[in-house]
């Protein structure tokens, strides 16, 4: 499969005073230009925080989103132009597996039928016995024996992991090539949870599969995958083999996430958090590289704007207490109106102060910092016109390139762009 320039975008709705004002809603880019060729038979992981586009990338790749822009080539199909009548059909070869098993089984339908439901939708069985036989089959491959008992069962008489191999069942019934399991076993007891990824793996082999394995925790990823794709608000930020990314991750994003992870030795386990602030919103993604306002090794192309002044200040201010706060605040109070994503931004002087005593508070403020990446992102600051005119070094938008063994999209690996000698990476 062939995944081109992807883009899947979701318009917001705007709320009641945006419309009386005349402004559209916000547009979230879900899946923000991602290019992957699957290879046949290969256990890709989609790797990343909540709400880096995992889940709309996986079932986007099924036809069940349409994309906004790109390709998915399937054979000599595009699955993100392809009619409903054609996705029926191709359906059979790409499946999903969802997190939740006890949603995805029809509480009312038991074993049998909710197996057999997708057989029937597709044409595949001629008469109830060998849909039957069908179903036996795909519940002995999934470790459900002996199967005559299952046949019966309503998904409560299930316990969670037989619900989720009862699940894989339904996606395998009707021969598929694909399955994107998106986070199968997040929900199980930990008890099960390895079963259910060894079940999967035997599955590949014995059906030949290829799988897109869908999650968060790179503990499994690494069990399970033998590649990794890490996600960041839309794009694949770095990706390579599975043995590649954990034993020399490239980029900064990949290695927080992977000093996040717990050691199983009590002995090695120190607490360790990811990088600064929270993952930023994605109607309103970072200008630049969107991970520069928490990456520790940003650097002036990263993509400074007038927000990342804003941040500064607000850890200013939690580290220096309340009376530097009282001092300062009134001061850069119009730093919240700015507008992101400009490269020269003027800072409202508040009325009763004036321009001079703002430049000094931002010199000061730079002076006592210089090193911090968002003053290395600063050109310069003027006064001009009364205002506080602040330039920033012109952001860019870090591309894939291959890097050793894998392709990772920041700015320090670009040889162009030189880092700070103690960037410490
Ligand atoms: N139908 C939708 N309408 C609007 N926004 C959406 C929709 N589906 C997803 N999004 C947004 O798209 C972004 C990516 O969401 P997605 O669920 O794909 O991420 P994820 O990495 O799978 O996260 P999680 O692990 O929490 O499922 C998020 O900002 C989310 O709020």
């Known amino acids: 499969m062939e995944i081109r320039d992807l883009e899947v975008h979701f318009q917001l709705r705007s709320n009641a005073l945006a419309r009386l004002v005349g402004g559209g809603g916000e547009t979230v880019k879900a899946v923000d230009g991602v290019n992957i060729t699957l290879r046949k038979g290969e256990v890709l992981g989609l790797v990343g925080e909540s709400g880096s586009g995992k889940t709309t990338l996986g079932r986007t790749l099924l036809g069940l989103v349409r994309p906004s822009s790109g390709q998915i080539l399937y054979g000599n199909q595009d699955i993100a132009r392809l009619r409903q009548n054609k996705m029926r059909k191709l359906r059979q070869r790409l499946q999903m597996v969802f997190q939740d098993p006890h949603a995805a089984l029809n509480p009312a339908m038991d074993v049998r039928a909710a197996l057999g439901h997708p057989l029937r939708i597709q044409g595949l069985v001629r008469n109830k016995a060998e849909e039957r036989a069908r179903v036996v089959e795909a519940l002995e491959r999934v470790g459900l024996t002996p199967a005559e008992q299952f046949l019966d069962k309503l998904p409560s008489e299930l316990s969670g ?101 717990p050691d199983p030795d009590p002995e090695r386990r120190i607490p360790r958090e990811l990088p600064r ?140 762009l030189k880092p700070p000698e103690n960037a410490g990476y």
């Open 161 to 261: 992991g037989q619900k989720q191999r009862a699940v894989i069942a339904r996606a395998i019934i009707c021969g598929p090539e694909l399955l994107v399991a998106d986070e199968p076993i997040s929900m199980l007891d930990m008890s099960v949870r390895a079963k259910i990824l060894e079940l999967m793996l035997e599955l590949r082999r014995d059906l030949d599969l290829t799988y897109v394995y869908i999650t968060h925790d790179l503990a499994t990823a690494k069990f399970f995958c033998d590649r990794v794709a890490i996600m960041y608000l839309g794009r694949v930020v770095e990706i390579g083999p599975t043995e590649e990314i954990f034993a020399d991750p490239k980029h900064p994003y990949t290695q927080a996430l992977l000093a996040a992870v």
């Open 277 to 416: 602030g929270e993952i930023p919103d994605a109607a309103a993604p970072p200008h630049g590289c969107s991970f520069h306002p928490r990456c520790p090794f940003a650097f002036e192309p990263c993509g400074w704007e007038a927000r990342d002044l804003q941040a500064l200040f607000e850890r200013r201010w939690t580290e220096r207490g309340e009376e530097v706060f009282a001092r300062e605040e009134h001061l850069v109070e119009g730093l919240s109106d700015l507008p992101s994503g400009q490269e020269t931004v003027r800072l409202p002087v508040p009325s009763g102060r004036n321009a001079s005593e703002l430049k000094s508070l931002l010199d000061d403020a730079r002076a006592e910092a210089p090193d911090d990446p968002l003053w290395r992102g600063v050109e310069d600051i003027d006064v001009e016109d009364g205002q506080v005119t602040l330039r920033f070094r012109a952001g860019i938008d870090p591309e894939l390139r291959t890097v050793g063994g894998v392709d990772v999209a920041c700015h320090l690996h670009d040889p162009d």
